[in-house]
């Protein structure tokens, strides 16, 4: 008995030790792109979006074309992604809190601390937590120092300086000198993006002993659009087509999202406000043509990064995971910027290629959201999670992407706010008990909220069932 057990443990054993040298640990390639709707050549969001590289990427793995934000704005969505929990969950929904202060959430792992307590270097560069650009403010965002074995530009700060003209904003939009675009003749390795760009193909192209995980954090298509003139020059004005809005498309909303200074944010770059301008100033196919501009930017730097990892020698042995924090309205439901339940602010790329485990050029419309991504990643190198994580592991789609699936997917937007997004329908409830329901087999551009029509209460009663319960309080308050 006791030599049988030497015998199978031995051969346990030379499996284990023949299967690791064999499966080497995979590194990761995080790449995080900010406000990036779905104007993305695959995801067909515009008929004039242009990233080619991004649709090779798509072509080397699993494309999720039904993937959404857990938050439509940046603190939220991304604090959420990286700890693995629901803005809910975790009381952050606006910008303002900072989660490496607040005690009980700084001691929570973080995707790259988790897989740095497991023996990977871990190296990152520009926007991963929430920051921005708006230079002369001084804030650098709230980036996680203990996550990183070296980070560019530094620990402390995420964001390169960069170049931007003298007289903004150089639209001359009355509102907010922050919406702004313009040309700027500047070489593309000496935009911010550039720069975090080129720190992570160093990084990329170096020599490490062990895993290693990567991030880089691209900032455009983020405002403001100031982009080379060879991107904007992909995208001639008197081409670009306007998104479709029909005039009475608020009528049959409620009262909140029209009202709210969670949606409205009339104190910050206020959405319809900003649409107003584009139409009277005639500057709404401008606008259409910066962000698809900086988009093309944006695309530009993912391919630089992909060929390193190509140079690297070590793509084989890597997986890739790119996502956007959440999307973006230019002018759908009359209004601009993110900050919306509505299908523009939530749905997102996400692409995963995964060695041994994802199909080149496949595609899953399941409901997936990015609280998936941390469950996944332990997943796919083989690490158990931590037990509290809210997503679910996506290996089961990136194996199968037709695999039954019956999660929805979860967006959140200020306290008691939510969107449930299944493949048919898009259910929205407000924290004063107001609703929306849109039926995407019908309806993909929500233009007829049907929640007050009594042949989907059985849809709605099913739905409602998966709103979160768990409302923490703002914990900015
Ligand atoms: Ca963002």
Not at 105 to 129: N, Q, V
Not at 179 to 191: G, Q
Not at 237 to 258: F, S
Not at 451 to 465: K, Q
Request: proline letters at 8%.
């Amino acid at each position: 008995m006791y030599f049988l057990r030497f015998i199978l443990l031995f051969f346990l054993f030379s499996v284990l030790s023949v299967r690791a040298q064999e499966n080497p640990p995979l590194d990761v390639l995080f790449i995080a792109i900010d406000d990036l709707n779905d104007w993305v050549g695959v995801l067909e969001g515009h008929p004039q979006a242009r990233t080619p590289n991004i649709d090779a990427l798509a072509a080397r793995g699993t494309l999720f074309t039904n993937a959404h934000s857990n938050a439509a704005l940046c603190n939220p969505s991304r604090t959420s992604l990286m700890l693995g929990l629901r803005p809910s969950t975790l009381g952050i929904y606006g910008n303002s809190p900072n989660w490496t202060e607040i005690e009980s959430l700084a001691e929570l792992p973080t995707i790259p601390r988790f897989l740095r307590d497991h023996g990977y270097s871990t190296y990152g560069a520009g926007k991963i937590f929430h920051a921005h650009t708006f230079y002369e403010s001084g804030f650098y965002g709230y980036n996680d120092p203990s996550s990183w074995d070296a980070f560019y530009p530094s620990l402390e700060r995420q964001l390169p300086d960069e170049v931007t003209p003298i007289n903004r904003p150089v639209n001359r939009n009355p509102i907010d000198a922050r919406f702004d675009w313009a040309p700027v003749v500047v070489d593309d390795r000496a935009m911010g993006d550039g720069q975090v760009t080129h720190w992570v193909e160093n990084q990329l192209k170096t020599v490490v002993s062990g895993p290693r995980f990567t991030a880089v954090g691209i900032f455009r298509p983020h405002l403001p659009w100031y982009v080379p003139q060879s991107y904007i020059d992909m995208h001639p004005l008197e081409e670009i087509i306007l998104p479709v809005v029909p005039e009475n498309d608020l009528d049959d909303l409620p009262d909140l999202p029209l009202n709210s200074e969670v949606f409205e944010r009339k104190a910050f770059l206020p959405p319809r406000e900003i649409h107003q301008w584009t139409i009277d100033a005639n500057k709404w196919s401008e606008g259409v043509q910066a962000y698809l501009a900086s988009t093309s930017f944006a695309d530009a730097m993912v391919g630089r990064v992909i060929e390193a990892l190509d140079q690297s020698g070590r793509a084989d042995n890597t997986i890739i995971i790119l996502w956007s924090d959440h999307g973006w309205h230019l002018g759908e439901k009359h209004r601009w910027r993110k900050t919306t339940l509505w299908e523009e602010s939530t749905r997102v790329p996400f692409i995963v290629v995964a060695p041994g485990v994802t199909t080149p050029g496949t595609r899953s419309s399941r409901t997936v959201s990015l609280i998936d991504i941390f469950p996944t990643v332990a997943e796919l190198v083989r690490l158990q999670p931590p037990s509290y994580l809210e997503g679910s592991s996506l290996v089961p789609l990136l194996r199968n992407p037709d695999a039954i699936w019956d999660k929805p997917a979860i967006s959140t937007l200020g306290f008691g706010n939510h969107a449930v997004r299944t493949e048919d329908f898009r259910y929205i409830r407000y924290s004063d008990g107001s609703e929306e329901l849109y039926d995407h087999k019908l309806d993909p551009n929500e233009w007829m909220n049907l929640a007050n029509d009594p042949s989907y209460i059985d849809v709605i009663d099913e739905l409602s069932e998966m709103v979160p319960e768990l409302n923490t309080p703002d914990i900015a308050n």
